[in-house]
């Protein structure tokens, strides 16, 4: 390699390794709790793991309705 | 020296305390020793950068310009500190009620490992790194209590918070592209040779990536299913530790690195601010549950900050300080006391329920105060009424959930109050905000010098 021939940057090099690795790690950490919810819902399917948002919201609805009639 | 250490002691010790089990009571004892010894380092960094100004350290013994430079600025410890001492009390708090998940205390212990690195890092990159190595804790704490609800927040939060990430990554990425550099110093000074339009994509990424953390309108859509979710220690926990990077980085990297840009999208800033703000307190008031009001809350809260960063120069960017910092300490507050019941609970309760309205002695008055300085300075008197409103909306929904937990039988009375020592914890948490408000002078005084090393720092 002569003087003053042009080289890459490493600099991009380490980022994307650097980048790679942790990415690889949330991944994982995301695919482990995937796997938790499948195991304690017995579904992955998005609409079955919002009925249960949606059941904690009629039980909201229902104490606001007794928080009504006891103020009325 | 303290710099380092500083940043080695949470992380080793976390390292070493994931593999413990947690639930024992000899290993939280250990993190909250750890926790106590870090807020002391950084007490001590403070006090330094304080006297003689920041402080640089080229890791690695590598020249200027070529190793990674961690900094310690007035604006970093704040933060930095603020973090710590809310991963205390939620610790604390946890530990005496009893750790119910082995890897708990480790866990925190990497969590503040991971937030002092960014605080106190002065390259981007790096930032990227102890960011992503916070939100991985974060991510695998937001699952603690191990209930159907909690896995589902977790799971939001994870993939929503992945994105945040991704966005911020890529903007990184643009920075280097641009400006062939990382070093925030450096990056500050070449942004403004780099094509306009370049530099507000990146920007933009960035706002976006904060955002997300910080729970903004209309980034906010993850936040109150995860917050009113997780347990009351890990909700106190993200929305007074992990928001933090959101109101840092805001500061930082806007004010700090993108000072023309921000200028630039001020109305924009000032406009979200305000629907973040209106959005959370209405909603607020509409909902039932406490955990939730709590949640809409805080996206009306952090919608002060933005407006408060929109409206800029050093009387709104020291009020953005200001408000970060106490609405970070009323919501740990309030979330951890939600999660105890008994006597002298509704006495520390109703102190941050005051402060988040913004009654006097409480230190959300003198946030609320150096709000109106901020809209006062930038002449707008549709800003001043906007906060007023969102104060009042603010008295209204703290004292629904006020009365509906603690002026009614409860249902669930037969409960035995939480042992003393946790509601004392409690009430302490209580009486150190009370003191904040009741002499602010040294909140004030940090938060200008804060706003004055943020701005000595960019280009004329």
Not at chain 1, 12 to 28: C, E, N, S
Not at chain 1, 42 to 54: K, V, Y
């Amino acid at each position: 390699m002569q003087p003053g021939e042009a080289v890459s940057d490493p600099l991009p090099q380490a980022l994307a390794l650097t980048a790679l690795v942790i990415g690889l790690a949330t991944v994982a950490l995301l695919l482990a709790l995937v796997h938790r919810v499948v195991l304690v819902f017995r579904t992955a399917e998005r609409d079955e793991l919002a009925a249960g948002e949606a059941e904690h919201e009629a039980d909201l609805e229902v104490e606001r309705l007794a928080d009504q009639e006891e103020a009325g | 020296m303290t710099l380092s250490a500083a940043l080695i002691l949470p992380w080793a010790t976390g390292v070493l305390l994931v593999a413990l089990d947690g639930r024992r009571r000899a290993v939280g004892l250990l993190a909250v020793v750890m926790l106590l010894a870090t807020l002391v380092l950084l007490a001590v960094l403070m006090a330094g950068v304080l006297a003689d100004g920041s402080r640089d350290v080229v890791t690695g013994r590598w020249p200027e310009g070529v190793g990674i430079v961690l900094r310690a600025d007035t604006l970093g410890v704040a933060f930095a500190l603020l973090s710590v001492l809310v991963l205390l009390a939620a610790t604390a708090h946890e530990v005496i009620a009893g750790v119910r998940d082995r890897t708990f205390p480790g866990l925190v212990l990497l969590l503040a490992g991971g937030l002092t690195g960014l605080f106190l890092t002065g390259d981007m990159f790096n930032f990227y790194v102890f960011f992503e190595l916070a939100m991985t804790a974060s991510y695998a704490l937001s699952t603690y209590g191990g209930g159907r609800r909690q896995l589902r927040a977790a799971l939001i939060f994870t993939a929503v918070n992945l994105l945040g990430s991704f966005i911020f990554l890529l903007s990184v990425a643009g920075t280097y592209r641009t400006t062939g550099t990382l070093a925030m110093q450096d990056v500050a000074e070449r942004m403004a040779t780099v094509d306009p339009n370049a530099a507000l994509l990146i920007a933009t990424g960035f706002f976006i990536a904060f955002s997300v953390k910080l729970g903004l309108f209309p980034f906010h859509f993850w936040l109150p299913t995860v917050y009113a979710g997780s347990a009351p220690a890990v909700a106190a926990i993200l929305s007074g530790a992990v928001a933090n990077i959101g109101a840092y980085g805001l500061l930082r990297f806007g004010a700090g690195i993108f000072p023309v840009e921000l200028r630039l999208a001020a109305v924009t800033l000032i406009v979200l601010g305000a629907a973040s703000l209106l959005y959370g307190a209405v909603l607020a008031v509409a909902r039932g549950d406490v955990g939730e009001t709590l949640a809409y809350s805080a996206i009306g809260q952090v919608g002060y900050v933005l407006v408060a960063i929109g409206v800029g120069g050093p009387v709104g960017l020291a009020a953005a300080v200001l408000y970060s910092v106490v609405n970070s300490l009323n919501k740990t507050l309030l979330f951890l006391a939600t999660g105890v019941r008994g006597a002298l609970v509704a006495g520390a309760f109703a102190i941050g329920a005051l402060s988040v309205a913004g009654v006097p002695p409480a230190p959300g008055f003198v946030g609320k105060l150096e709000m109106f300085r901020a809209g006062i300075a930038a002449d707008s008197p549709a800003l001043v009424v906007l906060l007023v409103v969102g104060s009042a909306l603010s008295v209204v929904y703290m004292f629904q959930v006020y009365q509906h937990r603690f002026w009614r039988p409860d249902p669930a009375a037969a409960v035995a109050p939480s042992p003393l020592p946790l509601r004392a914890l409690t009430m302490t948490l209580a009486l150190l905000i009370l003191a904040a408000g009741l002499w602010p002078e040294p909140l004030l005084a940090l938060s200008n010098s804060a706003v004055d090393t943020l701005l000595a720092g960019r280009p004329g």
